[in-house]
C-alpha cells in the first residue's frame, strides 16, 4: 500500500469519526446530560477530596490507639510517624477510665561520669487492662520496629547500620534445583547486629524487649530491663553514629522480624521494597503467603479504580449504544455500502471515544500528580474496555442484552484491575494490574520496562484481538440478524479461519486472553492456603487453555467450513497445538517481574515451561501435551456439541494430570 493509500484510509477514518461524534452529541437530551453532569460532578468532587489526602490516604485503624505521652518523650515522634497511633497527655487516671489505651513513662538513672556512657531512661509501659489495651502494646513495638528500621535505612554509613551481614546462597542440588524452586542468591535474611529493636537515636523498644520477644514486659506491661538471647537488655548507646546494641549484640530474632516490618514500611530513602527491586522474593525472608504478610488497606488502589473506571462506564455506555442503535436502526447499512473497508468503519466510530477516553485519563493522572506514564498505564485498560463493549454490542440483539454484557465487562475488568493491585507493595502478583503501575509512579518508585509490558501486554492484545472478532461479524448477515449471542460468537469465529495455518493462528491469539484468565485466577487464589491455591490454580490452567485451543475448532465445524473427517479434526487438532505452544512461550515476560518465584505462579506457568531453569521435558512436553489435547477436542467437536463437551473434559482430565505431574516432579 502506498503512501497516498495511507492519506486516503485516514481521511475516511476521520470523516468517519466526525460524522460519529456529531450524531453522538446530538443524540442526547438536556435533561440526560444534566444528570451525566451531576455524576461527573460528584465523581470529581471524590477526585478533589482524595487529591486533599494524597496518595497515603487513610486506614481503617487510623489514629484507633490512643497512647498518653509526654511531649518530650523520645518516643513521641515514633507515635506522630505511626498511623494507628495517636498520642495523648500522660496521665494514668485517663488509663483507669478509658481515655487512652496505653501509658509511657521513662524513670532517669543515675548519671555516670563523663567518660563513661550515660545510662538509658527505664521505660515504663502501662496498658489498659482489656484487648484493645493489649492490641495498642504490640502496635506500639511494631511502630518502634520500624521507625528503628527506617532510621537504619536512611544510616549513610551502612556499616555502622548493619555491622553484621549474613548471605544466605542455596545450591541447585538437581537440573533444576533451586532455580526451578526460585530459591535464588538472597540476601534478604539479614540479621543486623543490634539493630532488631535496638535504639536508635535514642529510641529503643522498651528496655530491651523488640517485637518477636515479650518476656521483658510483665502483665502490666512494665520492663524489667531484661531481654531472652540479648546479654543484659540495657539498650546502651554506641556513639557516633546514633545506633545501640544490646550486651553481646546478637538476637534471637533475625532478618525475618526485620522483613515482615518492613513489607508494610518503606525506607525513608525510597528504595525500600520495591517491587522492581533486583531481589523481588528474597528481601525479607518470607514466603509471600498471605499468612506472613500484612497489606495495607489498599485506599489508594481502591481510589483509583474509583476515578479511572467510573468515567469509562460512561464512555462505554455511549458507545456501546451507538454501535447497537446502527444495527436496531439499520443505518449501519448506508456505511457497509460505501467504499471502504470495515476496518476503516470500526476505527472511524472507535476513534472519538478512544480520544475521550485517554483526555479524561490524562486529566485525572494529571490532576493526582502522575505523569505521561499514569496515563499510557491507563490507556490499555480504556482500549479494552472499548473492545470488550464493541464485541459485546455486536453480539447483544437488544439494549436489555447490551446491558448485561456491559455489566459483565465491567464487573470483569473492575475485578481483574483492583483484585491484584490490593497486593502493591507486598509481592509481584500486583503488576497484573497497571493500576499498581499508577499507584507505584505516585509513591515515587521507579518502575522497569519489563513490569510495564508484564502489566499492559495483555491488554494491548486483547483489545486488538477483540477488535479483530468484532469487526469479523461487522458485515449485514450477522449485525442486523436476530442470533443468540453464543452463535454470533462462533461465527465471529469462524469468520477467521480459512485453512490449517488460519486455526493456528487464531490459537495464538487467544493466548492473551489465557494469560488474563490464569493471572486473574492467580490473583483470586492468593488468598487461599497453599494446599488448596495450587491444585485449584492447576485445573484453572487446564480448563482455559482447553477451550482457547479447541472451541474455534468446533466453531469452524460448525459453521461447515471444515468437512467433518477424523483426519481434519486432527490435522486441526495439531494445528492449534502447535500453535499454542509456540505462542505461549511469550509468557516468559513474567520471568521480568519475578511471578514464577512464588509457588502459585510456578504452578500456573512451570507446566508451560516457563521456568529459571528448563529441561527437555518441559520443553517438548508442553508441545505434545497440546497436540494430544486439542486433537482429542477435535474428534468431539466434528461432531456435536454434547460430544465436543465430553472430549474437552477428557483433555482437560489429561492436561491435569500432566500439571500435577510436572508440578510434582519439578516443584
Excluded at 480504556?382 to 463493549?389: G, H, P, R, V
Excluded at 508451560?608 to 529441561?615: D, K, L, Q
Aim: proline fraction near 5%; hydrophobic fraction near 45%; avoid cysteine.
Amino acid at each position: 500500500m502506498t503512501a497516498g493509500d495511507w492519506r486516503r484510509r485516514l481521511r475516511r477514518i476521520a470523516r468517519i469519526a466526525r460524522w460519529e461524534l456529531s450524531q453522538t452529541t446530538t443524540s442526547y437530551n438536556r435533561r440526560t446530560l444534566v444528570i451525566a453532569f451531576v455524576i461527573m460532578a460528584v465523581v470529581g468532587g471524590v477526585g478533589g477530596a482524595a487529591l486533599s489526602l494524597g496518595v497515603a490516604s487513610p486506614a481503617p485503624n487510623t489514629d484507633i490507639y490512643r497512647i498518653g505521652v509526654a511531649d518530650d518523650s523520645r518516643y513521641t515522634e515514633v507515635i506522630e510517624t505511626s498511623n494507628s497511633l495517636v498520642a495523648r497527655e500522660a496521665d494514668r487516671r485517663g488509663l483507669r477510665t478509658g481515655e487512652i489505651d496505653l501509658l509511657i513513662e521513662e524513670v532517669r538513672q543515675p548519671t555516670a561520669p563523663p567518660d563513661e556512657p550515660q545510662p538509658v531512661p527505664t521505660l515504663i509501659v502501662d496498658r489498659a487492662d482489656s484487648d484493645k489495651g493489649n492490641a495498642a502494646l504490640t502496635a506500639f513495638r511494631s511502630a518502634i520496629q520500624r521507625y528503628n528500621n527506617r532510621l537504619m535505612a536512611a544510616e549513610q554509613n551502612s556499616s555502622a547500620a548493619y555491622p553484621v551481614i549474613v548471605q544466605l546462597r542455596y545450591q541447585p542440588q538437581s537440573t533444576l534445583g533451586a532455580a526451578a524452586l526460585g530459591e535464588t542468591e538472597d540476601t534478604g535474611d539479614t540479621t543486623s547486629d543490634g539493630t532488631d529493636g535496638a535504639e536508635t537515636n535514642g529510641v529503643d523498644d522498651g528496655g530491651g524487649t523488640d517485637s518477636a520477644e515479650t518476656n521483658g514486659i510483665d502483665d502490666r506491661g512494665e520492663t524489667d530491663g531484661t531481654d531472652n538471647g540479648r546479654g543484659d537488655g540495657t539498650g546502651d548507646t554506641t556513639g557516633g553514629s546514633g545506633d545501640a546494641t544490646d550486651g553481646d549484640g546478637t538476637d534471637d530474632s533475625t532478618g525475618d522480624d526485620t522483613a515482615s516490618s518492613e513489607q508494610s514500611t518503606p525506607a525513608v530513602d525510597g528504595t525500600g521494597d520495591s517491587l522492581l527491586g533486583i531481589d523481588l522474593f528474597g528481601g525479607g525472608g518470607t514466603s509471600g503467603s498471605p499468612a506472613e504478610i500484612s497489606p495495607p488497606f489498599p485506599f489508594s488502589s481502591l481510589l483509583l479504580a474509583f476515578i479511572f473506571l467510573v468515567p469509562m462506564n460512561f464512555i462505554i455506555q455511549a458507545y456501546g449504544s451507538s454501535i447497537l442503535n446502527e444495527r436496531i436502526s439499520r443505518r449501519g447499512e448506508l456505511l457497509l455500502v460505501a467504499p471502504v473497508e470495515r476496518l476503516d468503519i470500526v476505527a472511524g466510530k472507535t476513534l472519538p471515544y478512544v480520544a475521550v477516553a485517554v483526555a479524561v485519563t490524562a486529566a485525572i493522572a494529571f490532576g493526582i500528580g502522575g505523569s505521561l506514564f499514569s496515563v499510557f498505564a491507563v490507556i490499555p485498560i480504556a482500549l479494552t474496555f472499548l473492545a470488550a463493549t464493541f464485541v459485546g454490542a455486536m453480539f447483544a440483539r437488544s439494549f436489555k442484552e447490551l446491558t448485561f454484557v456491559t455489566v459483565t465487562i465491567t464487573v470483569f475488568l473492575t475485578s481483574y484491575i483492583f483484585i491484584p493491585s490490593i497486593f502493591t507493595n507486598v509481592t509481584p502478583i500486583a503488576l497484573i494490574s497497571p493500576l499498581t503501575l499508577v499507584v507505584m509512579e505516585l509513591q515515587g518508585e521507579a518502575v522497569g520496562l519489563g513490569s510495564y509490558v508484564f502489566s499492559t501486554a495483555p491488554f494491548y492484545l486483547s483489545s486488538g484481538v477483540l477488535f479483530l472478532l468484532g469487526t469479523g461479524v461487522y458485515r449485514e448477515e450477522d449485525m442486523f440478524s436476530q442470533k443468540r449471542v453464543p452463535l454470533k460468537f462462533l461465527d465471529a469465529l469462524d469468520a477467521r479461519l480459512s485453512g490449517l495455518r488460519s486455526v493456528g493462528v487464531l490459537t495464538a491469539l487467544f493466548v492473551p486472553f489465557v494469560f488474563v484468565f490464569e493471572l486473574l485466577g492467580v490473583a483470586v487464589l492468593f488468598i487461599l492456603p497453599i494446599s488448596i491455591s495450587i491444585p485449584a490454580i492447576l485445573v484453572v490452567v487446564a480448563v482455559v487453555e482447553e477451550i482457547a485451543k479447541s472451541i474455534h475448532i468446533y466453531a469452524g465445524f460448525e459453521n461447515d467450513t471444515f468437512d467433518r473427517s477424523i483426519a481434519t479434526a486432527l490435522r486441526l487438532g495439531a494445528a492449534s497445538g502447535v500453535g499454542f505452544f509456540v505462542a505461549e512461550k511469550f509468557t516468559i515476560v513474567a520471568q521480568a517481574v519475578g511471578l514464577p518465584g512464588l509457588e502459585l505462579g510456578r504452578a500456573a506457568l512451570q507446566p508451560a515451561g516457563v521456568t529459571p531453569s528448563t529441561g527437555t521435558l518441559l520443553l517438548l512436553g508442553p508441545l505434545v501435551l497440546h497436540i494430544v489435547t486439542t486433537g482429542i477436542s477435535a474428534l468431539g467437536a466434528r461432531r456435536n456439541l454434547r460430544q465436543y463437551v465430553a472430549t474437552l473434559l477428557a483433555a482437560v482430565a489429561i492436561h491435569v494430570a500432566y500439571n500435577f505431574g510436572v508440578v510434582q516432579l519439578y516443584g
